[in-house]
Structure formats: C-alpha cells, structure tokens
C-alpha cells in the first residue's frame, strides 16, 4: 500500500508537529493512515515520546511523556479530520527523484519527503516487511509527512549492496509531520507503558494561551552523546524480514564519512512501495 501525496507544502509552523528521528519505519497503514514501526531489539536505543510546548513570547517547554518501550499501540489522531494522512513530494522534483539535486535548505524541494531513506529501494528489497521486533507500533490518522532535516551536503553517503554502490548524496536524517487543527479539533494521544494502561494527551492543552504550538517528538536514540559507531542498517535488518517471513540474505550497508555527526546515523526509514 502507498502513500497518499500532496503538493502542497505543508506549514513549518502549525498547531502540532510530530518529529521522527531515529530507529522507526514507517508505512502507509488502512484508511490513509500511517503505521510507525517501533525497532525495539537494539540494545543502543531507546524510546522516547516527548511534548515540546511553546506559548507566544515564551520559551520552549519540554515535558517527557513516555521513557522505555510501550506495551501497547500508542495512538495519535484528531477525531473527524478533514484528511487522511498525506506525504508531501513537490511538483519541482524531478522524475524519477533526483538525490543529486542538492537543494538550498530553505527550498520548497528540501521538505519532499523522497529525501527519506526507503528500504523498499534497495535491490531485491520490494516486498520487506516488519516483524514482530517493530511492534508495538504507533499510528496516526491524519498530517503531511515532510523531511525536516536533510544530511550537509558535504556529508558522504554511500549505500553499498554487494559490489554495488550508491552515492545517496543527501537523506532526510529527521523527519516531520505537520498537523493543522481547525476549530474546537483536538490532538489525541493515547498509550501505555509499565502497566499503566489509559495514557492521555489531548492538544491543545486547557489553559494554553491562543497562539500555543506543540511538538510530540517520537525518538528511538542512543541514550548516550558518545555512542559507539554502528551500521543502522543492519540494526534494521534486525526487524525486517522477506514477504514470506525469513531473513533478507542480500544485506545492504550505509558507509557514512564521518561517521559521527548529529545528524546520522539513526535515521528513521520509509517502506514505501
């Protein structure tokens, strides 16, 4: 199942933006949703859900919702949304999606979501799925997906399967969701964790001056500055699998020079088709 586009570029500003970073997958999921897979079986990760508020004339905020991994779905949706979930690809890309294009952080193209690594992309990779090591997973109903943060373009790339390599030259190494809320609509939040069932958070908050913006950001980091160096793609080749269930025996790799930077590794991927 595909991603529903848009070429409309989607506010960098609105009520609620939902960051992604790190080991997360994510798919189109039914009724125009979109399922984010949760990599859970990497011992140099762990997962976190944080509210960044930010009121008119104030400072950020950060509030931790949730540290250590969910027992169950965590959910996110605005009831009756006007529509599904959307990704943005801009009409000014090239087709097929040319990675060499290199634009300017500030251009309409920097946001297309194509920037994203999709592990569908790679050969003989078509139809990989998740296994039971990406759930609990979380899931929202509705937002435009957009690449937040490209890779500096002096950064090198390199997608190696086999003998084969790949110049990337620039990937998303965050990404965003862009959530406008009209009228009285509310941004839900429901999860569990450590036995607590029935987590709530509703958007906005009572109380909150008009003028308020929110940040959720879904975050599966090393909890650590100085983690040591690792293939994130093999840490995904932990959870994906062959459409029949068996492990991908053509495993690819991601060289990255440098290695440490702040913006990658630990890349949240697509499975797009």
């Known amino acids: 199942m595909a991603f529903t586009t848009t070429s409309t570029p989607p506010s960098t500003n609105p009520t609620v933006t939902v960051g992604i970073a790190g080991l997360l997958a994510l798919e189109s999921g039914p009724d125009d949703s979109c399922v984010i897979n949760v990599h859970r079986l990497s011992r ?27 027992t169950s779905d965590l959910n996110m949706s605005v009831a009756d ?41 790679l050969p003989d990779h078509e139809h990989v799925k998740v296994n ?11 937002g435009v997906l957009y690449t937040s943060t490209l ?10 399967c086999g003998g084969d390599e790949t110049n990337l030259y620039r990937v998303a190494a965050d990404m965003a ?13 429901t999860w569990s964790a450590f ?16 003028g308020t913006t929110y940040g959720v950001v879904l975050l599966n980091d090393p909890p650590m500055v100085d983690a040591e160096a690792h293939d994130e793609l093999k ?5 994906l699998r062959t459409e029949n269930g068996s492990e991908i025996p053509e495993q690819c790799r991601l060289d990255v020079n440098p290695h440490k ?3 990658i590794p630990c890349l949240a991927i697509l499975l797009d088709p």
């Open 151 to 160: 890779t500096r373009p002096d950064l090198q790339i390199m997608q190696v």
């Open 261 to 263: 930077t702040d913006e």
């Open 195 to 210: 036995g607590e069932p029935d987590q709530r958070q509703e958007l906005p908050r009572d109380g909150d001056p008009e």
């Open 44 to 70: 140099m990760h762990t997962f976190q859900v944080m509210l960044v508020v930010k009121k008119p004339n104030r400072p950020p905020r950060l509030i931790r919702l949730l540290t250590g991994p969910l």
């Open 81 to 121: 949304a006007a529509t599904g979930f959307r990704v943005f690809a801009s009409d000014t890309a090239a087709d097929p999606f040319d990675r060499s294009a290199n634009p300017p952080d500030d251009d309409e193209l920097s946001l297309d979501y194509r920037w994203a690594f999709n592990a569908r992309s």
């Open 132 to 142: 039971a090591g990406g759930r609990p997973v979380a899931t929202l109903n509705t």
């Open 177 to 189: 969701i862009a959530i406008e809320l009209e009228g009285e609509s509310k941004f839900v939040i």
């Open 235 to 239: 840490e995904y080749y932990k959870i």
